[in-house]
């Protein structure tokens, strides 16, 4: 369904087209743009308390910069709705993360208004800083340079690494602080605790809007002028906050707290910071979900509500008349507290995640033993570490495409040191919507590598349930389970633990001339194709391989003897992947079977429903069908079913 914009909006295709209207005009533009946010969300589903709360500043950033030439840097993604329809793709916006729509984050082939392509949290600032240092090695001292950085993402070391550099480069930097308490779960830390002993400081917010006024007229007191009101500027903040002020201290000028909802005020403080050079940050507090009262009430489960009526607020679940799968991240939530209830010494970590990996479970029923440590990977590895140095069982759970920024933590702190770490990897394989910032693609084939791991993947909610009860046995070391977002298999899934024997698979069933190897929940996929292929007199074996790491010699050494031909079926990358480890035996043991290899091909997955990537990338049902149909025999009789 085509969304109809309102009447200044509908006008806008372009920021042009924006700055032709009057200062006066930009809250009735901002108020349009909301509700289109609004009513193509509620019909298409998308991210949504992100984008709402940064109408006014997104307005305004268009309507004071000079974009595409100034450089305009949004952190993350989840919150550039607003401008990705400001920016010639009103259109198009009934296509946000559709498969073959545009993305659901701004990403640099789609716009040249996107000058920057985010997912990941916290690249802002740096990559802000570099295009600012390349704008003065070519001369171009007139162009502006804006990141938009949330205070959840502000949390992550790459966000300091960069305002530690910026602080001694002198480029025209503006970081905008977009300050809501949120990132999709409320923010938790000192900098939390900073930033808002900043906003209620009614003297300093008294205090900064006089200071704002002589900083307007520096230019004309001369240069010795403006080094010493600065150096009295800084010194007075830090006398109200009763602090040194974090930002001033790594030679940044800093301004605010603004409303980040007057977008009146914003676009012209934007104008007067774009005159003033060097490093600056604009402190903004707007509320995540601005606009739509229950996105304001319940921030967390509008983050990304999926589709909702836009009159009621009710958000639309499809209604079964059975039991259903559970999702494999609440099978992780409930079993880490029942694990927990046995053994004292688990503990559980998440960076920032708490309902998406459902640890907020844990958290509820043990608040003293899990620990969310805000949007920082490496940090959330090396105190899973530490941790596990005292004798306690950290269970560190990590969206798989987030895990690849604590890389060197996993080797240098954990796998060297044989820490029984366990990790849980959410979100393995193709994620959905989201998008290729998103997928876990990679995770076996850069684990895999790494000396002292084990490394499984659950085909079912059972298996994922034991996993994570051999994970915390004695002497395990690190531990690797990973595991896809969605649903599972099983209705009936809570079932008595059972211990897994280290690097041990499964057979599922005999077969004839092909078998099929297959990791983690893609095996359910075989199951489905294996039963249409039986119909039609094709009897593949099938194995579950269940560890990546060790393999399951044993069982290899029965599947090269008895097939000629094998297919690898992995929901991941084929480079480095479980296929890869296969043949790496196969050589190793000089055996001459013929290897299909099907999985994630060696490029990068755009955005749709995880079934449709997952025949796009040819390791779904009917793509394992077809490759088993051309290389098996048909049977006339039924001599290998079971």
Known sequence: MQVKAGPLLSKINYPADLKQYGESDLEQISQELRQYIIDVVSVNGGHFGSSLGVVE????????????????????????????????????????????????????????????????????????????????????????????????????GLAFEGLNHAGIENSNVLVILNDNCMSIDPNVGALKEYLTSITISKSYNRFRDDISNVLAGLSKLGPNAHKYVKKIEKSIKGTLLKQSNLFEALNFRYFGPVDGHDVTRLAQVIKDLSAIPGPKLLHCITVKGKGFALAEKDQTIWHAPGLFDKITGEIKKSVQDKPQPPKYQDVFGHTMVELAG???????????????????????????????????????????AGLATQGLVPFCNIYSSF?????????????????????????????GADGATHHGAYDI???????????????????????????????????????????????????????????????????????????????????????????EGIYP????????????????????????????????????????????????????????????????IDHGEQ??????????????ATAVRKVAVKRTTNTMAG
């Open 445 to 535: 084939a850069y684990m895999r590598c790494i000396p002292n791991l084990v490394i499984s993947s659950p085909m079912n909610e059972e298996e994922l349930r034991n996993l994570m009860f051999t994970a915390q046995q004695e002497n395990m070391g690190p531990f690797v389970i990973r595991y896809p977002r969605g649903n599972g298999v099983m209705p009936d899934w809570k079932r008595p633990f059972k211990a897994l024997e280290i690097g041990k698979g499964r057979k599922i069933c005999d077969g004839e001339e092909v078998a099929l190897l297959t990791i983690g929940h893609v095996g359910n996929f075989a199951v489905e194709a294996r039963s249409d292929l039986n119909s």
């Open 57 to 156: 500043l997104t307005v305004a950033l268009h309507y004071a910069l000079n974009t595409p030439y100034d450089k305009l840097v949004w952190d993350v993604g989840h919150q550039a709705y607003g401008h990705k329809i400001l920016t010639g793709r009103r259109e198009l916006f009934h296509t946000n993360r559709i498969y073959k729509g545009i993305s659901g984050f701004p990403k640099i082939s789609e716009s040249e208004y996107d000058t920057f392509g985010v997912g990941h949290s916290s690249t802002s600032i740096s990559a802000a800083l570099g295009m600012a240092v390349a704008s003065q090695l070519k001369g171009e001292t007139n162009r502006q340079h804006v990141a938009v950085i949330g205070d959840g993402a502000m949390t992550a």
């Open 342 to 384: 046995a053994n004292e010494k688990i503990v559980g970590i998440t960076p920032a995640m708490p309902s998406g990996s459902s640890l907020n479970i844990m958290m509820k029923a043990m608040p003293k033993r899990a620990f969310d440590v805000g949007i920082a990977e490496q940090h959330a590895v090396t105190f899973s």
């Open 611 to 624: 079934p449709e990537l997952w025949a796009e990338c040819g390791y779904d049902k009917d793509a394992i």
């Open 403 to 431: 895990m690849q920024r604590a890389y060197d933590q996993v080797i240098h702190d954990v796998a060297i040191q044989k820490l029984n770490v366990v990790f849980c990897l959410d979100r393995a394989g193709l994620a």
């Open 541 to 604: 074996a099938h194995y579950d391989l269940r560890f990546v790491k060790p393999l399951d010699e044993q069982m290899l050494h029965e599947v090269f003897s008895k097939y000629k031909y094998i297919i690898t079926v992995e929901d991941g990358s084929l480079p480095g992947g479980v296929g890869s480890a296969i043949l790496e035996f196969m050589a190793d043991h000089h055996y001459n079977s013929n290897v299909i290899r099907l999985g994630i091909p060696d490029q990068f």
